[in-house]
């Protein structure tokens, strides 16, 4: 299951985040831009990192998943190259999508305080922890309730080896989305109460603090 246009997709979207990045440099805002920048690959990298590491111990579990259930018909000879890029492709996108909500939730506003980047990197353990806890309950979950909850007579079919393992990784997967996703909104909860706390006198809206790290939006008045 190969993808042609990633590839190019990623190059257009580094090279359109490089546009803007020095677009705002010449505008005196390009530290701003390159640190947001810099959290997002870092993100994705994670992300990527999380999910190669996720598919390979999944895939020692069952290749049929990928091989039969997600159409991979190269997993049933290997993890690498095929299922290991499909990992990699899958876990960038989810680690940017994580961390565009992150910086997000953590957009200048008048009456709130911003975060530095310390912590939405601690806030990113959240998606992280989560994912690998549900993974487990998934793991439990997918041959004792998939099983008896589901029409699983398919799995029986020519290829499909060891149904109950088949079912265990489908379970692990199911709950590592769900855990990344609950995982996602308990960050956002947290940062979201923490720009509560009062702001340090004397800083801008755009300021950061919370790690010693306190800066002024430039061309903007600071807040009494």
Known sequence: ??????????????????????????????????????????????????????????????????????????????????????????????GLVIGCALLRMNNPQVERRRLGYASLVRALTWPLAASLLFAFIGAWLGPNLLDSEFDTSALHRPGVTDPSAFLTVWGIHIGSYAGALLGLLVAASRIRRARRKPKVPGTSAGGLSGDGQLHRLRGRPELG
């Open 1 to 94: 299951m190969d993808d042609a246009t990633f590839l190019p997709r990623l190059g257009l979207g580094v090279g359109l985040l490089a546009g803007i990045a020095l677009y705002e440099h010449r505008r005196g805002r390009g530290s701003d831009k390159i640190r947001e920048y810099g959290f997002l690959f870092g993100s994705g990298l994670v992300g990527a990192g999380y999910a190669l590491l996720h598919d390979l111990c999944t895939h020692g579990l069952s290749p049929d998943y990928f091989a039969i259930g997600k159409g991979l018909e190269s997993a049933a000879r290997g993890f690498w190259p095929d299922v290991a890029w499909l990992a990699t492709r899958a876990g960038w996108s989810a």
